[in-house]
């Protein structure tokens, strides 16, 4: 049988969510292909893995991959793993994959932690369509620009960030999708200090301002995605028929106060549209 590149996910923290699968890949393989050696020396260690490892980021990938490949087609296999969790998301090993594809080479995934999904199976945000962003450009600027791009995508969003832009990220996130966009923070998911929140993006601006713990780690953001004309069609349809019917018994306050707590409509929209509503029932009895 031919070599095989195999890629295999290992854990993104919590080290039994290491598969069984993935411990004999990599102590069989001719090599290992790891982001960074140093890392990954801890991890074969602990899983008794002897394996030689050799050095394949971001900044020698291109010229690593000759020799890799050169390696496969003489029948060795290698295991490509990256720090922690599923590679090439967000991490190297593209250029790899690709060259063996393009080489006949037959490339075999180990499958085990995202990250990525990880945070969207436990934020509770719709799952059935979603889009992985990764990292945001680090400057303010550019990061306005791309969110300003995507900011109507209906689509669920998954984000990476760096602990010292969280954030930063988060208020600019708020500035483009609004204050009430639904947003699920995962931060060191599967570490003693993981954290699993849903709210709004500006109380996770709040959260943030209020604990600095929260600007540390590894962390992952999932965006609800705009709302269609649909959606919004129909939200406006049922905003209106709980207010009349409110309004039948109750003043114009009263009634888009307790509309407002029902929905989850802004006050002040609830309040504007009773008013309207009010007024329009006026004018017919008119």
Known sequence: MSAQLFVV???IG???DMTFRAVEVLKNVTVIAAEDTRKSIQLLKHFNITTPLTACHDHNESHVISSLIEKLKNGHDIALVSDAGTPLIS???FKLVRAAQENGIRVTPIPGACAAIAALSSVGLPSDRFSFVGFLPSKSSQRLAQLEKIKDESQ????YEAPHRILACVKDM???????RPVGFAREITKTFETIKKMTLQQLVEFIE???HQEKGEI????GGASTDSELNQDQQALDQLLQRLLQDLSVKAASQLAADLSG?????????ALELSQAISDNHN
């Open 265 to 273: 409509v802004k006050k002040k929209i609830a309040y504007q549209r």
């Open 174 to 180: 708020c500035q483009i999708f609004g204050a009430d």
């Open 220 to 223: 992952v953001l999932v965006i």
């Open 156 to 159: 669920t969003l998954i984000f």
């Open 91 to 93: 991490d190297p090993g």
């Open 9 to 11: 996910a290992t854990p």
């Open 14 to 16: 919590h080290l039994d």
């Open 210 to 212: 209020q604990d600095h």
